[in-house]
C-alpha cells in the first residue's frame, strides 16, 4: 500500500516529487538539542514531510536525529518517505568549498543525501567572519558560475537530488541558466501577502523553475520583518468571514499562486493548524482584496552592502527587485 499523502506533492524539473509545504527549522533562540529533535518527530507524527535546514541554522543534527528515530520506531517505512532541504553557507561559497559543505552538512543529518540543496545567498564572506556582524573586509568576490558548477557536481555525485538558489533576483538567475547544465530546480525567497513577488513567481514559472516561500506569515516583527501580515485588516476580514485562522489564509494565498509556504513553528497546535490549507479555496473577491495589500519588502540585506563590497547597493544586490 502506498503511503498516504496528507497534502499535495509538485514535481521538480529535475524529476523528483517535494511535498508542497514545508516546516522551517530556523529559530532564536534554539531549544535545547533533544527538545528540537522531539519538536521535529512531533511534525512528522502530525504529518509534515519536507523539512528545511541549513548550515547556519545549526539544526540539521537535530533533523537527521528526528528521521532516524521515526524510521527506527517505524513511523514512516524510511527515509526516502522524507524531504530534506539544506543549504550552503555564505562561507562556503567558492567552487572548491561546495562538495566538502554538502558532506559536512550529510555527516550532521546523518544521511546519505539531501532532497534539495540551495545556496543560501549570492554572497560569500570570508571563513573567520561573524556572519551577523559584518564589515567590508570581510566580504568577497562570489563567483556564481563555479559555485554553481560545484553544485552541478554535487548532484551528479548523487548526494543531491535536486539543487537550486534561495534569495537570488530575476536577473542573477538569469545568469545561472547562461551556463548551467543542471538548472537550478527550485528559488527560496521571501514571500507573503506583503510582499507578493509577482515578477518572481512569473519568471520561475516561465523557466520551470519552482519557488519555495520563506517568512510566509512576515516574521512576526521579530529581529527583522514585520506584522504586516498577522495584523493586516484585510486578512482578518477573510479569516472571520470563512472561519479560518489568519495563517492559514495566508499560506492558503501562497499555495494558490502556485509556491509552496515554509512554515515555522514549534508549537504543536500550530503546526497541525497550517496544515489544514489545502481543502478549501479563496474566493477571487479575496485575492483581490488581498492583491491591494501595501508591499515592502521585510529582509532588505543592509549587512551585506559595503562601499568596498561587491555589492556598494541594495539595488545591486536584488538587481533592482526591491
Same mark, same amino acid.
Given at each position: 500500500m502506498e503511503k498516504e499523502i496528507l497534502f499535495p506533492?509538485?514535481?521538480?524539473?529535475?524529476?523528483?516529487?517535494?511535498?508542497?509545504l514545508g516546516l522551517?527549522?530556523?529559530a532564536y533562540p534554539l531549544p535545547p538539542?533533544?527538545?528540537?529533535t522531539s519538536i521535529f518527530i512531533e511534525a512528522i507524527a502530525s504529518g509534515y514531510r519536507h523539512f528545511d535546514t541549513a548550515t547556519i541554522y545549526d539544526t540539521e543534527e537535530a533533523v537527521g536525529r528526528a528521521v532516524a528515530t521515526v524510521v527506527e520506531h517505524g513511523l514512516i517505512k524510511n527515509r526516502d518517505e522524507v524531504f530534506i532541504t539544506s543549504k550552503l553557507f555564505v562561507k562556503d561559497t567558492h567552487p572548491?568549498?561546495?562538495l566538502p559543505a554538502l558532506k559536512e552538512t550529510l555527516r550532521e543529518l546523518g544521511l546519505e543525501?539531501?532532497?534539495?540543496?540551495?545556496i543560501h545567498l549570492p554572497i560569500r564572506i570570508k571563513q573567520n567572519a561573524n556572519p551577523f556582524n559584518l564589515s567590508g573586509e570581510d566580504?568577497?568576490?562570489?563567483?556564481?558560475?563555479?559555485?554553481?558548477?560545484?553544485?552541478e557536481a554535487c548532484s551528479k555525485l548523487r548526494l543531491a537530488k535536486s539543487i537550486g538558489v534561495s534569495n537570488f533576483s530575476c536577473a542573477k538567475l538569469s545568469r545561472i541558466l547562461e551556463f548551467a547544465t543542471i538548472?537550478? #530546480?527550485?528559488? @527560496?525567497?521571501? !514571500?507573503?501577502? #506583503?510582499?507578493? @513577488?509577482?515578477? !518572481?513567481?512569473?519568471?520561475?514559472?516561465?523557466?520551470?523553475?519552482?519557488?519555495c516561500a520563506w517568512s510566509p506569515l512576515g516574521a512576526n516583527g521579530a529581529i527583522w520583518g514585520s506584522l504586516a501580515v498577522m495584523e493586516s485588516s484585510v486578512l482578518k476580514q477573510i479569516a472571520a468571514a470563512i472561519n479560518k485562522s489568519i495563517p492559514q489564509v495566508a499560506l492558503r494565498w501562497i499555495y494558490e499562486q502556485g509556491v509552496s509556504p515554509i512554515v515555522k513553528s514549534f508549537n504543536k497546535e500550530r503546526m497541525k493548524e497550517n496544515l489544514q490549507i489545502f481543502d478549501w479555496e479563496l474566493s477571487d473577491k479575496q485575492v483581490c482584496e488581498i492583491q491591494k495589500i501595501p508591499q515592502a519588502k521585510g529582509f532588505r540585506g543592509e549587512i551585506y552592502i559595503f562601499p568596498e563590497g561587491q555589492y556598494k547597493s541594495l539595488q545591486e544586490l536584488w538587481d533592482g527587485e526591491i
Amino acid at each position: 500500500m502506498e503511503k498516504e499523502i496528507l497534502f499535495p506533492e509538485i514535481v521538480l524539473n529535475s524529476g523528483y516529487k517535494m511535498p508542497t509545504l514545508g516546516l522551517g527549522t530556523a529559530a532564536y533562540p534554539l531549544p535545547p538539542p533533544d527538545h528540537l529533535t522531539s519538536i521535529f518527530i512531533e511534525a512528522i507524527a502530525s504529518g509534515y514531510r519536507h523539512f528545511d535546514t541549513a548550515t547556519i541554522y545549526d539544526t540539521e543534527e537535530a533533523v537527521g536525529r528526528a528521521v532516524a528515530t521515526v524510521v527506527e520506531h517505524g513511523l514512516i517505512k524510511n527515509r526516502d518517505e522524507v524531504f530534506i532541504t539544506s543549504k550552503l553557507f555564505v562561507k562556503d561559497t567558492h567552487p572548491d568549498l561546495v562538495l566538502p559543505a554538502l558532506k559536512e552538512t550529510l555527516r550532521e543529518l546523518g544521511l546519505e543525501y539531501v532532497d534539495l540543496y540551495l545556496i543560501h545567498l549570492p554572497i560569500r564572506i570570508k571563513q573567520n567572519a561573524n556572519p551577523f556582524n559584518l564589515s567590508g573586509e570581510d566580504t568577497l568576490h562570489f563567483d556564481v558560475k563555479g559555485v554553481w558548477e560545484a553544485m552541478e557536481a554535487c548532484s551528479k555525485l548523487r548526494l543531491a537530488k535536486s539543487i537550486g538558489v534561495s534569495n537570488f533576483s530575476c536577473a542573477k538567475l538569469s545568469r545561472i541558466l547562461e551556463f548551467a547544465t543542471i538548472p537550478p #530546480a527550485v528559488n @527560496q525567497v521571501e !514571500m507573503n501577502v #506583503a510582499w507578493q @513577488q509577482h515578477k !518572481m513567481v512569473q519568471f520561475c514559472k516561465e523557466k520551470n523553475i519552482h519557488v519555495c516561500a520563506w517568512s510566509p506569515l512576515g516574521a512576526n516583527g521579530a529581529i527583522w520583518g514585520s506584522l504586516a501580515v498577522m495584523e493586516s485588516s484585510v486578512l482578518k476580514q477573510i479569516a472571520a468571514a470563512i472561519n479560518k485562522s489568519i495563517p492559514q489564509v495566508a499560506l492558503r494565498w501562497i499555495y494558490e499562486q502556485g509556491v509552496s509556504p515554509i512554515v515555522k513553528s514549534f508549537n504543536k497546535e500550530r503546526m497541525k493548524e497550517n496544515l489544514q490549507i489545502f481543502d478549501w479555496e479563496l474566493s477571487d473577491k479575496q485575492v483581490c482584496e488581498i492583491q491591494k495589500i501595501p508591499q515592502a519588502k521585510g529582509f532588505r540585506g543592509e549587512i551585506y552592502i559595503f562601499p568596498e563590497g561587491q555589492y556598494k547597493s541594495l539595488q545591486e544586490l536584488w538587481d533592482g527587485e526591491i
